[in-house]
């Protein structure tokens, strides 16, 4: 059930924000000028929407039509409100178990570990409202359509969700090579959300200070590190082997 999730010119986009549709990521030209455009900028900070400031070249890469400055992409789904998911996870009687993602910028990673995610039984994921992979037609064709089938929230930033988890008594782990324990001397059990970082930088270490733990995966060999929705895989199995 996918359907068109890219619009474009200046006013077919006021017109979406206003309408109420369901808006992932808005791309606006840098040195745009008008009072249209003035007109979305103050309508971006008034519905608290926020929007990424890149080169011609990027918006006409999105589309080939006359985007006038502005493309907007529309999200084939609804996202959750974090409150209200950790609330109806703890309420249920089963054990939290969410995932932390922080700006992940491939979709087709994001598909993958949606995907994994689904399949080991995790309460939701959370995800940065900017600088992360879209949700749009590879996302949920990686995920298999299991998109559709966990919640997904969006936050302003990371830390918020770290800082919301840890208060509704929910231990923050973070996958990390900068660990000293791998997740073999993790423990699981507990209620927890696990945070995978982005495939070139990792968790940001301002998030890194505040999380609860720190866990790694063991490498055994030359390569340094693991591809994220491998290592995400590996970090959700042993939570699985461990609440068996």
């Known amino acids: 059930m996918e359907k068109e999730t890219t619009i474009f010119g200046i006013r077919a986009v006021i017109e979406a924000i206003k309408s109420g549709e369901n808006i992932d990521k808005i791309f606006l030209q840098k040195g745009s000028r008008g009072d249209l455009f003035s007109e979305l900028e103050s309508l971006l900070r008034k519905e608290r929407l926020n929007a990424s400031y890149v080169p011609v070249e990027k918006l006409n890469k999105l589309t080939k039509k006359n985007h006038q400055g502005a493309v907007a992409q529309i999200a084939p789904i609804t996202f959750y409100n974090i409150e209200d998911l950790v609330m109806h996870t703890t309420e249920s009687g089963k054990t939290p178990l969410f995932l932390l993602l922080d700006q992940l910028s491939d979709v087709r990673n994001f598909g993958a570990i949606i995907r994994t995610a689904e399949c080991t039984g995790v309460s939701g994921i959370i995800i940065q409202k900017k600088g992360g992979a879209p949700v749009n037609g590879d996302t949920i064709k990686t995920s298999a359509g299991a998109i559709f089938k966990i919640p997904i929230c969006k936050v302003d930033h990371i830390k918020d969700a770290v800082f919301y988890m840890q208060a509704s008594g929910i231990r923050v782990i973070a996958a990390t090579e900068k660990a000293e324990q791998t997740i073999y001397d ?20 301002s998030v890194l200070k505040i999380v609860d733990e720190k866990s790694k995966l063991p490498i055994l060999g030359k390569i340094a590190s693991l591809n994220v929705s491998v290592a995400c895989g590996a970090f959700l199995y042993e939570a699985v082997r461990q609440r068996l």
Request: charged letters at 20%; a neutral charge.
């Open 186 to 205: 993790t423990s699981f059990k507990e209620p927890c959300a696990i945070i995978m970082g982005s495939e070139g930088k990792g968790i940001n270490p």
